[in-house]
C-alpha cells in the first residue's frame, strides 16, 4: 500500500473533524498530484446554491450541522465517481462520515476493481477546530453549529479511524500546523516514511 499514491492513480482519503483542513490540503495535493478533488460539502453546497432539487433536500440539515442520509449521499458519490476524470485517482474530501458510506464506497471502488490507497487522518485540538471554523464565517460557522458538527464527527465519523486501521490504510498527520508543513508531511506520510 505504501507508495501507491505515486503510481499515477492515488486514490486518497482525507479525514478529519470539521476544520482540520481536509479542504485545505485535498486542493493542495490535487495540484500536487494531478487528480480532482471530491468534496461532498462542496458538491452539497454548490446544489443549495443553485436551489437544485438536491439543495432544497439537504439545505436545513447542512445548516444544523447534522448529517445528510447515508443513501443520498451514496447516490451524489456514485454519480460523480462515474465521471471519466476520475480514472487518474481522486482525493476524497467529507466522504464517506458513517460506516455504511464507507462500506458503500468499497462497494462503488469494488465493482471498478479499485480501491483506496490510504486515508489521511489530520489530528488539530478541538480549541483549534473551533477557532478556525468561526475565523473562516461559512454559513454553517456559527458556534453552535460547529459545536453540532463536532459531536455528529465524534459520534458518527470517528468510528471510522478504527474502521480504516485495521485495512493498514491510516496515515496519522499532525494538523496543527502551519500549512504548508502539513502538506509535506502529508506527501512523506503517502510515501509511507511518516
Ligand atoms: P464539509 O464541507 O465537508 O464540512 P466539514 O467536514 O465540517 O469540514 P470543513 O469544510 O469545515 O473543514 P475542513 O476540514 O475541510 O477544513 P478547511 O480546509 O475548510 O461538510 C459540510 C456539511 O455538509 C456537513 O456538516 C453535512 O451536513 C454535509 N455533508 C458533507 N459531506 C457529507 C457526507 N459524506 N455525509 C453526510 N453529510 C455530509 O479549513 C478550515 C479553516 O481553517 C479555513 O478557514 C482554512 O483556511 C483554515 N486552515 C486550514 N488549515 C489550516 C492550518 N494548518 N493552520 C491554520 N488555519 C488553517
Redesign the pocket.
Known sequence: MAGEADNGTPRIL?F???????????ALLARRLGVPVI????M??QAVAESAPLGER?AR??A???????ET?GEV?AERMGHPDIRSGFLL??????VP?AETLELILQQRGEALDAVVL?D?PEG?LVR??L??R?D??DETVIRE?LR??RNKTEPLIGYYRDQGLLRLVD?????S??AEEILTALKGEG
Open positions: 482525507m478529519g473533524p470539521p476544520g482540520s483542513g481536509k479542504g485545505t490540503q485535498a468534496s461532498t460539502g462542496d452539497l453546497r439537504v440539515i447542512m444544523s450541522g447534522g448529517l445528510v442520509d447515508d449521499m458519490v474530501d467529507g466522504y464517506p462520515r458513517t458510506q489530520l488539530v483549534e478556525r471554523t475565523n473562516r461559512r454553517d460557522d458538527r455528529v464527527y494538523g496543527d500546523r502551519p500549512v508543513e502539513v
